[in-house]
């Protein structure tokens, strides 16, 4: 008996005061968060893809604060903890790995409806956009197909047109 209460009280005491899976169990302040990460942006998600590695993220950004200049970007999620929804605006807060933003897991990401706090320490902070169009590939490849079929037609009334000219004569 005296051996289990020992064990009892020695676990207790080696035990860590408090335990948490992540390292980032408290949000930072929005003010150590707009310092830490390259760029802060309200933005619309309006894809989610699912990826062995990782979630692409497709974002309609509507306002930027730090960081980002483009209406459009994709960000990388972590696949098992990403949170982000298609269809919900969000207060984000990315970081660019390689050239490439990123989501980071321990982002204090937020629903824009809840971040009410975030956006006055945010106020005055807004940069510019710029007037890009969408030229991904989706959109590049619309073009070409386009061209490709206004091209045809003009090629087949072009050829019958010389076919009623010669049969004319």
């Given at each position: 008996m005296k051996k289990i209460a020992f064990i009892l009280i020695l676990?207790?005491?080696?035990?860590?005061?408090?335990?948490?899976?992540?390292?980032?169990a408290e949000w930072p302040t929005i003010e150590t968060a707009y310092e830490r990460y390259d760029a802060v942006i309200i933005g619309k998600v309006e894809s989610v893809?699912?990826?062995?590695?990782?979630n692409r993220i497709k974002i309609s950004v509507s306002r930027s604060f730090k960081g980002v200049e483009e209406r459009h970007?994709?960000?990388?999620e972590d696949m098992t903890w990403g949170?982000?929804?298609a269809g919900e605006e969000y207060l984000l807060f990315l970081n660019k790995d390689k050239?490439?933003?990123?989501?980071?897991?321990?982002?204090?990401?937020?629903?824009?409806?809840?971040a009410q706090e975030q956006l006055t320490f945010l106020e005055g902070k807004e940069i510019a956009?710029?007037?890009?169009y969408d030229f991904s590939p989706g959109f590049a490849g619309s073009i070409a197909v386009g061209s490709i079929a206004v091209l045809f037609v003009i090629v087949v009334v072009l050829?019958?047109?010389?076919?009623?000219?010669?049969?004319?004569?």
């Open positions: 676990t207790l005491l080696l035990s860590p005061a408090s335990a948490s899976a992540l390292s980032c893809k699912k990826g062995m590695k990782d970007i994709t960000a990388s949170t982000s929804k050239g490439k933003w990123v989501n980071p897991l321990c982002a204090p990401m937020a629903n824009v409806s809840e956009l710029s007037d890009d050829t019958l047109l010389y076919f009623w000219k010669v049969l004319r004569r």
